[in-house]
């Protein structure tokens, strides 16, 4: 009898163990993303599997992000961190070292062909809390890689890698919908193609707010003005500002946009001294909130293309 109730109690802490085993392999993995656009690619590629954090979120701008402690706890508790690189979370190696985080990072941009930043940025910009911890790229180069649905085919290759090199049991799986998703990228690079096609060459000019379009501008032949650099709080000359304006007026642009993570100001003073009404907004750095029309990074590549066709072509 004692050796049944033996074997009996064995069973039970057997079983118990493989319940407890099955839990924690059912645990989603803890991802973090610096911003809202990685952190819904990382959405798109996970699944199920992943539990996706975003230390700046929809609608918040990481050029002037200051992370708190609750943040750096996120990212000491993280099991894959998931940055953009190229120099555009400048405050990522401070928050890593508080965080004490040792886990792997990815680069989404490894891969990417940079491109230099326009001539008369400001080069030296500040991103946040004032230290110039910037990879080897910054101050020369433009970060904002994801705005070629080109370029975010490659991100979503390495965040693939990422996540099966942290999560090996799911690699088929984030894989398959990988590919998916890769498969919906080329579909949105070919459509943005079709829709400025029957656009002339030379009206395809835009007005931003900074300079965040650039390689949507390489990729899909848009030529892009920006009040500021390639950082939100670099802040224009007088002379800068009149340069523009009468650049404006002399190509007659006719497209000038406000970004949704920027002070609208200095673009309505662009608007009363050009006699251009801006044509609504763009989303350049952060996506919106859910419900939002540009509450994912395809939706908000088709919402920038859409507004920025009619605005060049003088159609409401």
Sequence with gaps: MKKRAFTTALTALALGASLCSAAHAAEPLRVVATF?????????????????????????????????????????QAQLLVANGLGYEGWTARLVQSAGYRGPTVQATNGVRPLDAAPGDDHD?????????????????????????????????????????????????????????????????ADIRAAWAPVPAAQRKVITSHAAFGYYGQAYGVRF???????????????????????????????????????????EQLARETGVRASGSLYSDALTKTGGDADTYVQMMRTNTARMVAAVKGTP
Aim: with cysteine; hydrophobic share 40%; glycine share 8%.
């Design 225 to 267: 003005l920006a009040a500021r650099g390639v950082s939100t709080d670099s802040e224009p000359s007088a002379k800068a500002v009149a340069q523009l304006v009468r650049l404006i007026r002399t190509e007659k642009v006719r497209a000038l946009f406000i970004e949704n993570i920027s002070d609208p100001r200095l673009m």
């Design 36 to 76: 809202s656009i990685l952190a819904d690619m990382v959405r798109q590629v996970g699944g199920d599997r992943v539990a996706v954090q975003a230390l700046v979120g929809p609608g918040e701008d990481a050029h002037v992000f200051q992370p708190s402690p609750a943040q750096a706890r996120q990212v000491g």
């Design 125 to 189: 910009h500040h991103h946040g809390d004032g230290d110039h911890d910037h990879d080897a790229h910054a101050g020369h180069t433009d970060p904002h890689a994801w705005q070629s649905a080109a370029n975010a085919q490659v991100y979503v290759k390495n965040i693939v890698n990422g996540l099966c090199a942290a999560d090996a049991a799911g690699c088929a799986d984030y894989r398959a919908r990988g590919e998916r998703y890769t498969a919906e990228l080329r579909q949105l690079d």
